[in-house]
């Protein structure tokens, strides 16, 4: 089994920043793309950003220039650093991993999601 744990999240004024973490666990054999999603109260769940293996890196237009993805592949692990947040910013932030597991089966996997809550 794999599991994707995230930590991070929280509730800040607009303009600040967060860092969350996404660590991946369990029968890995290699991780590919990693990505963060978000989904607002009654909206679908859209793309924030990816990154390959390689750390090539894509974003949403609302959110380039102000968040940073990352990741440590030693560790399976995949970062979002997110500054100058604003309230429409506000969601369940979710990442998902792209895994081989250990025994050779593909899939993508997703952690529980974090709560980000930007105040005006």
């Known amino acids: 089994q794999v599991q994707l744990v995230e930590s991070g999240g929280g509730l800040v004024q607009a303009g600040g920043s967060l860092r969350l973490s996404c660590a991946a666990s369990g029968s890995i054999s290699s991780v590919n793309n990693m990505g963060w999603y978000r989904q607002a109260p009654g909206k679908q769940r859209e793309l924030v950003a990816t990154?390959?293996?390689?750390?090539?890196?894509n974003y949403a237009d609302a959110v380039k220039g102000r968040f940073t993805i990352g990741r440590d592949n030693a560790k399976n692990t995949v970062y979002l650093q997110m500054n100058s947040l604003k309230p429409e910013d506000t969601a369940v932030y979710y990442c998902?991993?792209?895994?081989?597991?250990?025994?050779?089966?593909?899939?993508?996997?997703w952690g529980q999601g974090t709560q980000v809550t930007v105040s005006s």
């Open positions: 990154i390959t293996s390689s750390s090539s890196t």
């Open positions: 998902n991993a792209d895994v081989t597991t250990g025994w050779g089966a593909p899939g993508r996997y």
